[in-house]
C-alpha cells in the first residue's frame, strides 16, 4: 500500500511540521511513503530524507497512491496526485485562525474524509462549515534517550585574571564531547576587549544583584580566576546548596571541599591537559554532581558587633525610615528609565545610569516630594512631572548626557 503525505510549506519549525515528520516516520514502518512538498526548509528535509522518501512536487507530473494524506489546508493543493481516497488534517480551531489570520478553510474538491487533531478543533469545524470530523489526536515520536543538561552559571568580570580564557577553553571541552550545557553569564561584556561568542549555549545576560533565582537552579557555579581574595561568587553558591567548579586559586580550600562541594580544576589542565586530564574531570562533572553538603557561612554579624563593641539595637528603628526613601527612589528611577534612557543606544546606558544616580541622589536627599509607588505607572509618572524642580533635573541630565555621549563618540572617532 502506497502513502502519500503532502504539505505545501514545510518551515523550520512548528506543530504541523511535527505531525508530518512523526506520521510520515511511523507509516513507513508499514506502507510505501511518499513525502511531496512545495518548499521545505532545508534543515527540516534533511532530518525527513532520513526517515521516508521526500519530493518536490511537480505539479505537471502525475503520482499514484492508495491514500494521499493533506497535512495541511495552507496554501493550495496536489491536482495532480491520484489517489483512492484523500484525508484532509484539521489542525487549528478556525474560529481563533479566522480572527487572527482571516483564515477561511478553502477545500479540496477530491478530499473524502476529514480527520481533526482535537475534540475542539473537530467541533469548531464541523459548526463553520459543516463537515463531519474524525478524531484522532496528534502522534507523538518515539521516547528518545535524554542526556541531562549541565546549567553552568557564573558572575563575573571577563577579564583575563578572571579567567575568560578558561571559560572559552571549558566551553570548547565540552562541544568537543557534545555535552549538552546552558552557560548563563552575568557580566557587562560590552566593557572587555573580548573575543565575541555566537555559541547558543552560553547566554550573556546584565549585571544585576538578585541572581539567586539561578544560582539555586543551576548545576554549578563556575569561576575561573588566576585569584580570589575570598570569592563572594563561591561562597555566596555554596550558601545556596550550589557547587562550583573553580580553579586551584590558593584561597579556594578555604571555602569548597574537592569533591564535596565543588571541583577544583588544576591550572595546569587548561594549560597543558590531555584528552584523557579533561575526559577524567568531566566525566566526575557530568555524572557526579555534587548534592546536600554543608556549608556554614565563614563570617556573621555578631562577628563585627564583637570586634566594634557598643551595639545598639535602637538603630533598627533608623532603617525603617529608609523604606520611605527607597519607594521614591525607586519612583524616580522608573521616570528616569522612560525618559534618559529612550534612544540611547546600547553602549551608552551607562552615562545614562551615572547620570540618573545623580538625580536620583540630589532630588530625595533634598527632600523634594516625589510619587510614592503605586501599580499604575502613568499614574506615578503623571505625579513625577508635577514636581517641577524634578523636571528640571532630568532636563539638566538629558543635556549632560547628550553632550557626554557626544564626546564620548568624538573621542571614538579621533581614536580611529
Known sequence: MKIIIYQSN????GGVETFTYNLSKALSNYYEVLLLYKKCHPKQLYRLMQEVECEEYDPQKEYKCDVCILASSWDGYPDTVKAKEYIQMIHANYKEANKTFNYKYVPFSKTTKHIAVSQIARDVFKEMYGYECDLMYNLLDEIKETKPILKLVSAT???AEKGYNRML???EELKKRNISFRWTIFTNKDTYNIKQLDIEEVTFMKPRYDIWD?????DYVVQLSDTEGFSYTINEALQYGTPTITTAFDSIYESVEDGVSGYILPFELFESGTKEDWNKYLYKIVNKKLKGFKYDPKCKIEDWLKLLGNADSKYKAIKKE???KMKKI???QNYTDTVLKKDIVK???YIVDNERAEVITKTIYKGNPLAEIIEDIKEEVKEIIEDKEVD???EETKKKTTKKKTNTKKKVAKKK
Open 330 to 332: 525607586k519612583a524616580l
Open 392 to 394: 528640571k533635573m532630568v
Open 169 to 171: 577553553k571549558l566551553i
Open 322 to 324: 529608609r523604606k520611605d
Open 157 to 159: 568580570r571577563l577579564s
Open 10 to 13: 514545510i518551515i523550520e519549525i
Open 347 to 349: 553602549g551608552d546606558e
Open 214 to 218: 539561578y544560582v539555586k537552579e543551576a
